[in-house]
């Protein structure tokens, strides 16, 4: 199984460059959504976290108030470690069980918290998706229609631009236009296609 971690900072281009790939026929595991599903209603992560916080950690349809959790985690560090310990373990069984399920040459896993949590060590390489942090900042606010702050406030709690680019194997540039991505996608592709067959 060859594996290629895909990371960046928040707004950095990681789905947008994902997606060229799938276009190329690589299977794309996003750790981000193996995340959500993990706290989905009716599973045991979400009883436990109504178990433990109540039903104010819920909505009124049994799914998880994601908002609540989220502010509730920000605040106390504590809940945060508890939540980790609850989650981190069936998030990476999940993982490694679609990473091994991909039929094709080589199988992408994109994770925005790749290195903070450790997945590049079931990585052959890194790609890292790089712009600046006013780029991030303007393309995500953008994207979600949020304030300059908030994205912020996210890219402090995330690694920062020199920390990724430490543990990168390649490094893909997503400051110019997005023009400017599918050469540099189809040469990575070329290059891990050759990789994987070895
Ligand atoms: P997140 O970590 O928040 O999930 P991401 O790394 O997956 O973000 P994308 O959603 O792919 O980032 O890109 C962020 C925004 O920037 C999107 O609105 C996307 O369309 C836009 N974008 C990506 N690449 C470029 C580019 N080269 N030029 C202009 N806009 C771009």
Redesign the pocket.
């Given at each position: 199984m060859f594996i290629v971690g895909v990371t960046?900072?928040?707004?950095?281009?990681?789905?947008?460059?994902?997606?060229l790939f799938e276009q190329r026929g690589v299977v794309v595991v996003d750790a981000?959504v193996i995340a959500r599903h993990t706290l989905e209603r009716g599973s045991q992560a979400l009883q436990a976290v109504r178990e433990r916080y109540g039903e104010v950690a819920l909505q009124a349809d049994g799914s998880l108030n994601r908002a609540w959790l989220r502010a509730h985690i920000f605040a106390n560090p504590t809940e945060k470690q508890w939540l980790n310990q609850l989650t981190h373990p069936l998030i990476r069984a999940e993982i490694i069980k679609q990473l091994h399920a991909a039929t094709s040459a080589y199988v992408m896993l994109?994770a925005?918290l790749l290195i903070e949590n450790g997945l590049q060590q079931l990585c052959q390489r890194v790609l890292v998706?790089d712009?600046d942090e006013a780029t991030q900042l303007q393309?995500?606010a953008?994207?979600?229609q949020v304030n300059p702050q908030q994205v912020q406030a996210?890219m402090q709690a995330q690694a920062s631009r020199q920390q990724r680019l430490a543990h990168a194997t390649e490094v893909l540039d997503?400051?110019?236009?997005?023009?400017?991505?599918p050469p540099q996608v189809e040469k990575l592709h070329q290059l891990y296609s050759a990789l994987a067959l070895q």
């Amino acid at each position: 199984m060859f594996i290629v971690g895909v990371t960046g900072g928040i707004g950095s281009g990681k789905t947008t460059v994902t997606r060229l790939f799938e276009q190329r026929g690589v299977v794309v595991v996003d750790a981000d959504v193996i995340a959500r599903h993990t706290l989905e209603r009716g599973s045991q992560a979400l009883q436990a976290v109504r178990e433990r916080y109540g039903e104010v950690a819920l909505q009124a349809d049994g799914s998880l108030n994601r908002a609540w959790l989220r502010a509730h985690i920000f605040a106390n560090p504590t809940e945060k470690q508890w939540l980790n310990q609850l989650t981190h373990p069936l998030i990476r069984a999940e993982i490694i069980k679609q990473l091994h399920a991909a039929t094709s040459a080589y199988v992408m896993l994109s994770a925005p918290l790749l290195i903070e949590n450790g997945l590049q060590q079931l990585c052959q390489r890194v790609l890292v998706v790089d712009v600046d942090e006013a780029t991030q900042l303007q393309r995500t606010a953008e994207r979600d229609q949020v304030n300059p702050q908030q994205v912020q406030a996210i890219m402090q709690a995330q690694a920062s631009r020199q920390q990724r680019l430490a543990h990168a194997t390649e490094v893909l540039d997503n400051s110019g236009s997005s023009a400017d991505l599918p050469p540099q996608v189809e040469k990575l592709h070329q290059l891990y296609s050759a990789l994987a067959l070895q």
